[in-house]
């Protein structure tokens, strides 16, 4: 038995491919001359392999029709031992080692054993699949857990840079040419090794925190890594989910500076030469600085005597206002003839004088925090002016980014919201807790901690829950809370910019609404006991039904971006409105009672008495049967307007019922969540439904984009005529964000 078939007796066993794809794989290696024997040492070409010369289009394919792939190649090598060809030609040494070295399960990513292996091995797992840029690709290990290439390159780095944590708990890696540790990061660690772990566009670089949950799970969960070791400067709002780019957290005051927003879209900002545009001050090039205050605002920082003081902030371009620059940058680069790519685009789109003059603004805590519902402007005034110890607040923001929290994730004002509460309770007690409270839940739990700013009292409550509960637990709760104050916020930033702007009381509409969307989910938090007996039980109970919210606050929110802009909509339709999906299970009976009143108003007088008989036989009959579901909109309490679908097959749902109550007749928000409801639906999936040929009704159908497919003669025998109607999938709907976020 030559050595290359005694090493695969030996490990054969353990070897996670299946006969045949392991002696497909081994036997189109030979034939391509990656592997030859010598001796009954196997010789492996690993210069080819390193540079990707593998095709496998040239593999047979197996009898289930699939192709080998890299990741064959890379179980299959694990198995063996062989001396690189070109070395042992040139040295003569003929000792085998291992080809690939595998961990035989996640504790030697532990241990210490993987790379104590991998040292010896003539190729490394991530150096096979190099070309093919899928860093997440399963590689099954001897114990059956999988692992990728991602998570060994890692865990191979981590000890080549002779990785460990210091006193806060940080994790630092060493930096051999400057002889010190450095704090860990993705930039870092591509400065280091010249390896980005991943994709373009997907790696641990440019995604820090999205790329470790996706494709570092092992790492996140034995704690060779954490969640906080990949803080970035960026990102979205959202509990746990950050930014698609590091960004510069200071720069140089010059006239154009290049700026990022928190989805990454970068573009070139005018600062002035001289001047700040629009607001006469002075530039001071040696002690100005532009520095990233929070995801999509950046402030202009002067220093005297040591001491930092914001000056002015600049908001940065969203939406619609930032395409519209890079698509006409991109329209230029094409007409010039030159190469068009995002990067191009990005450091071609500016926003010159007028964007500045109309977004720079001089700073003031009162465009940040305003007053409170029914606040005196004394009890304002007095609650806000510990604030304007600039000083202390950078330095409060500096202490929780020293716990590892990245605070240019939070909005500017919930930033000036926790500064304030840590500046007003200096005792030790206290300080200890919060801080305590933000290494361990992060942006997730001080998101929630200060969503409550407006309840004081229930500060307290959330310390109380992160104190009392198992962590796993608690993270998922802030999780989803933070998750109903973004849905929230978004509903704001929506309504404010189409129905509240110009009205002399904006603000506080706005903070009103704010109040009744998150109410729900405040009055869950209220209630809910840590020191239950069944706490675990509760907890998961209150996260579900937090979710519940969460889904109420979206469907609220896409119901208003169907209005069109001219639509007459009182503030009191709003505030006072919720919009949710119900089981019929769930139902009470009162809420059955207002069903079929509106059913039956809608019809009485239109239909004829046997068929209005049978239709309301019905819908009693769908009332009372769990597993239909209904989407209901509320207004002050009372049912306005609802619908029924059900899903009859993988991409059909049966859609019905679309009712409103007769006083909401002409309200465009009762229309507008009919209108976004099936737009929801029809976004990916074909909707039926069936009308009685003189229903009022058909014509609202027919409007959304409904056709006629066939008729029903004798409906239920009652002699009548039914329209059987279809809409095909929407290509281009709008509604698409609730399956984003839900």
Request: aromatic share 8%.
């Amino acid at each position: 038995m030559n050595h290359a078939e005694k090493t695969h007796t030996e490990l054969n066993s353990n070897k996670s491919l299946d006969d045949e794809r392991f002696r497909s794989t081994k036997g189109f290696l030979f034939k391509e001359g990656i592997l030859t024997e010598s001796s009954g040492v196997n010789q492996v070409d690993v210069a080819r392999i390193k540079v990707g010369q593998l095709n496998y289009q040239r593999a047979t394919r197996l009898s289930d029709g699939s192709k080998l792939s890299a990741w064959d190649t890379i179980q299959v090598l694990s198995t063996l031992e062989g001396v690189d060809q070109d070395a042992s030609a040139q040295s003569g040494e003929n000792k085998p080692v291992p080809v690939i070295a595998l961990p035989r399960g996640l504790k030697d990513l532990q241990n210490g054993e993987y790379v104590y292996k991998a040292r010896m091995a003539l190729l490394q797992p991530w150096e096979v699949a190099k070309k093919f840029y899928n860093w997440d690709k399963p590689i099954v290990l001897q114990d059956g857990n999988i692992t990728n290439s991602s998570e060994l390159a890692l865990v191979k780095a981590l000890s080549d840079l002779q990785a460990k944590r210091n006193e806060k708990g940080g994790l630092e890696i060493y930096d051999e040419k400057a002889q010190k540790y450095v704090k860990f990061s993705g930039a870092a660690l591509k400065r280091l090794t010249g390896m980005i772990f991943g994709g373009s566009a997907d790696n641990i670089y440019m995604n820090p925190r999205k790329f470790a949950k996706e494709h570092l799970q092992n790492l996140l969960a034995l704690e060779i890594i954490k969640s906080e070791d990949f803080t970035t400067l960026s990102g979205s709002q959202t509990a746990d989910q950050y930014g698609q780019h590091e960004r510069s957290s200071w720069s140089e005051i010059s006239p154009y500076i290049y700026l990022t927003n928190s989805k990454g879209q970068g573009a070139k900002y005018y600062m002035g030469r001289t001047k700040l545009p629009g607001l006469n001050t002075e530039i001071d090039h040696k002690n100005m600085s532009v520095k990233l205050l929070a995801p999509d605002l950046v402030g202009v920082i002067k220093t005297e005597e040591s001491k930092q003081k914001i000056i002015a902030t600049l908001d940065l371009a969203q939406g619609e206002e930032i395409e519209k620059v890079r698509n006409r940058e991109a329209v230029r680069l094409r007409q010039k003839g030159g190469k068009v790519s995002p990067t191009l685009i990005s450091q071609g789109s500016t926003f010159g004088v007028d964007y500045s003059k109309e977004y720079l603004k001089s700073y003031s805590i009162t465009n940040f925090l305003r007053a409170r519902l029914n606040e005196k402007p004394e009890d304002y005034f007095k609650r806000i002016r510990i604030l304007d110890n600039q000083e202390e607040v950078i330095k409060q923001l500096k202490v929780f980014e020293d716990l590892g929290v990245s605070m240019q994730n939070l909005p500017w004002a919930e930033q000036l919201m926790l500064c304030r509460i840590a500046l007003e309770d200096q005792s030790a007690q206290r300080q200890s807790q919060l801080r305590n409270f933000a290494r361990t839940y992060g942006i997730a739990g001080l998101r929630t901690f200060i969503s409550l700013d407006y309840d004081r009292s229930l500060g307290g409550r959330i310390l109380d829950i992160g104190e009392k509960l198992e962590k796993p637990l608690v993270v998922a709760l802030f999780k989803k809370y933070g998750e109903i104050v973004d849905c929230a916020y978004q509903a704001k930033a929506y309504l404010d910019g189409h129905f509240f702007a110009g009205t002399s009381e904006s603000e506080n509409l706005s903070q009103k609404l704010i109040e009744g969307l998150l109410k729900k989910g405040k009055d869950l938090l209220s209630e809910f006991s840590p020191a239950s007996e069944n706490k675990q039980l509760d907890s998961v109970e209150l996260i579900n039904r937090l979710e519940a919210v969460k889904t109420e606050v979206l469907l609220f929110a896409q119901a208003f971006k169907v209005l069109p802009k001219e639509a007459k909509v009182e503030f009191e339709d709003i505030a006072n409105t919720s919009i949710e999906d119900r089981d019929s299970a769930s139902l009470t009976e009162e809420e059955k009672k207002q069903m079929t009143e509106i059913f039956t108003l809608n019809r009485l007088g239109n239909y004829p008495e046997k068929l209005l008989k049978q239709t309301q036989k019905d819908f009693t009959e769908t009332l009372n049967t769990p597993g239909h579901t209904f989407r209901m909109l509320v207004h002050q309490g009372r049912l306005v307007a609802f619908l029924h679908y059900d899903r009859i097959s993988g991409n059909e749902i049966y859609v019905g019922s679309l009712n409103l109550h007769p006083s909401a007749k002409d309200s465009p928000i009762a229309i507008a969540m009919l209108k976004a409801a099936l737009e929801e639906k029809g976004g990916e999936n074909k909707l039926k439904a069936i009308v009685w040929q003189n229903n009022p009704a058909g014509r609202f159908y027919k409007m959304l984009g409904f056709k006629e497919t066939g008729q029903i003669e004798n409906y239920e025998n009652t002699g009548e005529v039914y329209l059987q109607l279809e809409r095909s999938p929407s290509q281009d709907t709008q509604i698409h964000e609730i399956k984003k976020a839900a």
